[in-house]
């Protein structure tokens, strides 16, 4: 005969302290492990949303990223000639060349010199990027040193408002807008003039093309033909792809991270839910053997025990998930580890994460209420009912 759920339930809520305190170390159990992957999802979703799945990056072999890479004038415009790619209006492909280079600036959260990224991009790169508006100012005019921002820059950088001057590459570039990409990672950058930029800090190659292709399916056409042309020694990747690349480092390490951390939270937790609950049967002694003369078996009794472990862990998840929530609200800003810029982008909790984070304070409450359900299980009818 099972013992029923309400049992367990009401046995919690006679012992509401106890129950709060051994609930709350769940909850920052839960809180950190759910933080991390939320971080870790964050940056992803951040840079994966930056690219469009239609738009192509081209590359030098071997770059892994925009900084490194560099693709010679000619190759370019070899590159940009591609029957894949869209025409635009005017009778022109959709290709933008661009280049990128990393500046130093000061964080206004720290006062701390910090990596931004900025863009040289062409006549076509803002088609390209539909993503990307001018919310204040107005566009850099082309052939000038005039720049425009991301939202992310003017929040985390100083010197960065309209009217602004900053200097960099043996010149002084005046801030002239602002734009707001949503969250993608191009709101954490400053663009101008690709020539402008190339000429400032003596560079004579670009260091990506972005083309927009024709439809989805021109991929694989394009991706043969520019990788099998053997004067451009150069590799593509969906655009979407190659900024979900840009984000695996770094997302790897925050999730090994909350890993890490929750192990060791964790144990303190469940070592917690362990000693309530050898508390709780202690303290029922003569109940359990009451339990037992009427006729509820071994299993039923260690079934109820585990139970209220697990509803005691549940609560802490549920807590702990209710605070995680709460920082979808606040933006987290890093370096990048594989481009070394400062990337600003949202902790985003998915139903993936919150599945998880409670399955885990599900996990928590069977190992911490085992072995007390266990002791409960074996107790002698006879004995416990003598405790009375």
Do not use: C, H
Not at 135 to 159: C, D, H, L, Y
Not at 176 to 195: H, K
Not at 197 to 202: A, D, I
Not at 264 to 293: K, Q
């Amino acid at each position: 005969m099972p013992v029923p759920l309400s049992y367990s339930y009401r046995n919690l809520l006679t012992r509401r302290m106890t129950t709060a305190l051994t609930a709350g170390g769940m909850a920052l159990v839960v809180f950190v492990f759910a933080a991390t992957l939320m971080l870790a999802e964050g940056l992803r979703q951040t840079l994966v949303s930056t690219g469009l799945p239609t738009n192509a990056v081209i590359l030098r072999k071997g770059s892994g990223t925009e900084v490194q890479s560099g693709i010679e004038r000619v190759q370019a415009s070899t590159m940009t000639t591609r029957p894949e790619i869209a025409i635009d209006a005017d009778g022109s492909p959709m290709a933008a060349r661009e280049v990128v280079v990393l500046i130093g600036l000061i964080k206004k959260s720290t006062g701390k010199v910090s990596n931004a990224t900025i863009r040289g991009t062409d006549v076509k790169s803002l088609a390209l990027r539909p993503q990307v508006k001018v919310i204040r100012g107005r566009e850099p005019r082309k052939g000038t040193s005039e720049i425009m921002v991301g939202a992310n820059v003017v929040k985390g950088f100083a010197g960065t408002e309209i009217g602004d001057r900053l200097r960099f590459g043996k010149r002084e570039w005046e801030v002239v807008g602002v734009f707001d990409a949503g969250n993608t990672g191009f709101s954490s950058e400053i663009w101008t003039d690709a020539d402008q930029v190339m000429r400032s800090f003596g560079r004579d190659a670009y260091s990506l093309v972005v083309a927009g292709l024709r439809d989805y399916g021109s991929y694989a056409a394009f991706q043969a033909g520019v990788e099998g042309d053997p004067r451009l020694t150069a590799e593509t990747f969906r655009e979407t792809r190659y900024y979900e690349k840009q984000s695996e480092m770094m997302a790897d390490f925050l999730r090994i991270l909350g890993v890490s951390l929750t192990v060791i939270f964790s144990l303190g937790a469940m070592i917690g839910a362990m000693i309530t609950m050898y508390s709780a049967v202690a303290n029922r002694i003569a109940e359990i053997g009451t339990m037992r003369a009427l006729g509820f078996g071994r299993v039923s009794i260690l079934a109820a025990f585990l139970a209220e472990s697990v509803f005691l862990a549940l609560l802490g998840g549920v807590m702990g998930l209710a605070f995680a929530a709460l920082l979808n609200f606040f933006t987290f800003s890093t370096t990048n580890f594989q481009t070394f810029s400062e990337l600003a982008f949202r902790f985003t909790l998915t139903w993936d994460i919150t599945l998880l984070a409670l399955g885990f304070s599900v996990f928590m409450g069977v190992l911490g209420g085992l072995p007390p359900a266990f002791r409960a299980a074996r107790m002698n009818i006879v004995k416990a009912l003598r405790a009375a």
